[in-house]
């Protein structure tokens, strides 16, 4: 019998990976990629990483797009269920990049290294989460090197991340002696995920016997510590993002990785409700609705068309059918949707909520932008962050600066970086949220238009989304200071600041005008 479309939606998982470089992400990926059947071989989705470790040669990646597009999204089925994985870029530079896409998850797996605990990294991502409620599953990396003990890890969680931990896994042994991990409810021990099922085991002592003897004594002890002292597992608690199941294991050596799909299947919640201006959306409503998180442009320069990622949010996305695109109310067609493997692509015949797919256009659809078959809503939620560095373009070739402007409205659309176009005429003002951008941009200025571009520093360094509740105030700051106004990419007004300090004092001078640091897209 056919499927329905509470109960394909039911099946679906959306999540990213959330780490500090070097954790673990990319062999957790790979792992799962491959328990899922999506790859043949381990090591796939590493050698693509590491050609693109070195910055030039991502700059080369970069130009050549195929890797990125294809790594945006990886699906996989496992056990029934269908898991989208929304991959966000490494680097820090990219970081509005990595916020956007966490807009578009249900949950996310931290990845924690074992030895090095909370990092830097690990925790403004989570804070990102927090910020969406995002329920989130803790994954102890690394078990089988020389790690820090599992409840100081569990106390660091707590209280860097002011987040409860539940335990549902336990390591048995350390490094050398590490060889799986025991399962507090159901009392189960578990290898290798290439092994055998995991076997039950109520007494702490049979698992102890894994071990050598000089650590049996201690595990026992630590095993009844953990069984008291540790929180049992609270789905409430985690759906509201206040708890995180932890597993430990190794990814690397296939340890844990089987527990972690098999709790994201159990506990991971269903695509969720999804908030628009005009109401609430549910994913299991008839009508499908989806917004744009990320654009990128083709692996195929000389066409300039791009793909523009989508997650579903309800309904049922068929290729071929028409949708309203709300910013414009303009009809448009999908007629080739696509989905992401992990080393393919292919025709999307039809998507449920949670699923991401990529629609080709030439530039019609923007980060943000709401489809709908007809309803005139708008999701919330896809934010722009100010950008903290701010540069003129100056262009070598000066009879060629009607060029530059359009390649530039195109690499804004794509989100590369914000365009600011001063109310006083003068030259546009690029903004970047890390310094990397700035490089891709000038890369793909040159090999994609033939642009050769520098950067010129200009007199703001800061700059902030005005508004208020006066319109005539608005106008009146907006007039008095035209020199420091510029509009960004919607029309939408910005203060431009020399310093954080001019900004304050701006700021407490017109008390009428908001000056915000994160628009939400409309
Ligand atoms: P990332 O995407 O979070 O940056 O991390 P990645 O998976 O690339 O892993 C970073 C390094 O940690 C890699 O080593 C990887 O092999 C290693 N690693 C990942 N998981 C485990 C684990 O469970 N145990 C151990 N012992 N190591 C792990 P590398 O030396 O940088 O690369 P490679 O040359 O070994 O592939």
Redesign the pocket.
């Known amino acids: 019998m056919a499927e329905t479309l509470a109960e394909a939606v039911s099946r679906r998982r959306t999540f990213a990976i959330i ?1 500090h ?8 990926t790979e792992k799962l990629l491959l328990f899922g059947g999506a790859i043949q071989l381990a090591g796939e989705v ?1 050698a693509k ?1 590491d050609r693109i470790q070195t910055r030039s040669d991502w700059m080369k990646i970069e130009r050549e797009r195929g890797i990125s597009v294809v790594t945006s999204v990886m699906t996989f089925e496992y056990d029934g269920n269908v898991f989208n994985i929304l991959d966000t870029p ?1 680097h820090e530079d990219f970081a509005d990049d990595t916020y956007r896409t966490l807009t578009a998850v249900d949950a996310a797996v931290m ?1 924690i290294d074992a030895a090095k605990g909370i990092e830097p990294r690990t925790l403004k991502l989570f804070e990102v989460c927090r910020l969406r409620d995002i329920p989130i599953i803790t994954f102890v ?2 078990m ?2 020389e790690s820090r003990d599992p409840f100081e890890i569990l106390d660091e969680v707590e209280e860097k991340l002011a987040l409860d931990t539940a335990p549902v896994t336990w390591p048995v042994g350390r490094s050398k002696t590490f060889c799986g991990s025991y399962h507090l409810a159901d009392r189960t021990f578990r290898g290798s995920d290439t092994q055998v099922q995991p076997t039950r085991m109520d007494d702490a002592a049979e698992v102890a016997k894994h071990l050598p003897e000089n650590e049996r004594n201690a595990f026992i002890e630590e095993m009844e510590l953990a069984r008291e002292a540790c929180r049992p597992f609270d789905r409430e608690a985690f759906l509201e993002g206040h708890l995180t199941p932890v597993f430990f294991g ?4 296939n340890f844990g990785v089987r527990d972690l799909i098999n709790a994201l299947g159990a506990f991971a919640p269903p695509p969720r409700d999804q908030v628009a201006d005009t109401r609430k959306v549910h994913a299991a409503e008839d009508r499908m609705t989806a917004f744009v998180f990320k654009i990128q442009a083709n692996m195929d320069p000389n066409h300039r068309d791009r793909i523009a990622f989508a997650r579903v949010c309800s309904g049922m996305l068929e290729r071929g059918m028409k949708v309203r695109l709300a910013r414009t109310g303009k009809t448009i067609g999908l007629s080739a949707p696509q989905f992401f493997f992990a080393s393919q692509r292919q025709l999307a015949d039809t998507a449920y909520a949670g699923d991401v797919v990529g629609i080709p256009n030439h530039g019609t659809l923007r980060i943000g932008d709401t489809l709908t078959e007809g309803e005139a809503l708008v999701f919330e939620g896809v934010p722009n962050f100010a950008p903290e560095i701010l540069r003129r373009v100056r262009l070598e070739d000066a009879m060629k600066a009607k060029k530059l402007k359009e390649a530039l409205q195109q690499m804004a659309e794509e989100g590369v970086v914000q365009l600011f176009s001063p109310e006083d005429g003068s030259p546009a003002i690029v903004g970047v949220v890390g310094a990397l951008q700035l490089d891709v941009l000038k890369e793909r200025l040159s090999a994609e238009y033939g642009l050769p571009v520098s950067f010129e520093m200009s007199r703001f360094s800061v700059c902030r989304w005005i508004s208020s509740d006066s319109a005539a105030e608005l106008d009146k700051f907006v007039t008095q200071r035209r020199g420091d106004i510029a509009r960004d990419l919607d029309g939408d007004p910005v203060f431009l600041a020399q310093d954080a300090f001019s900004l304050r004092y701006e700021a407490e001078r017109y008390p009428a005008i908001k000056m915000v640091a994160i628009k939400e897209y409309h």
Do not use: E, H, Q
């Not at 470089?21 to 957790?28: E, V, W, Y």
């Not at 190794?250 to 050596?253: N, V």
């Open positions: 780490a470089p070097d954790a673990g992400k990319t062999t957790l590493k990483k490494g990845v990396n690394k089988d090197r190794s990814a690397l050596r």
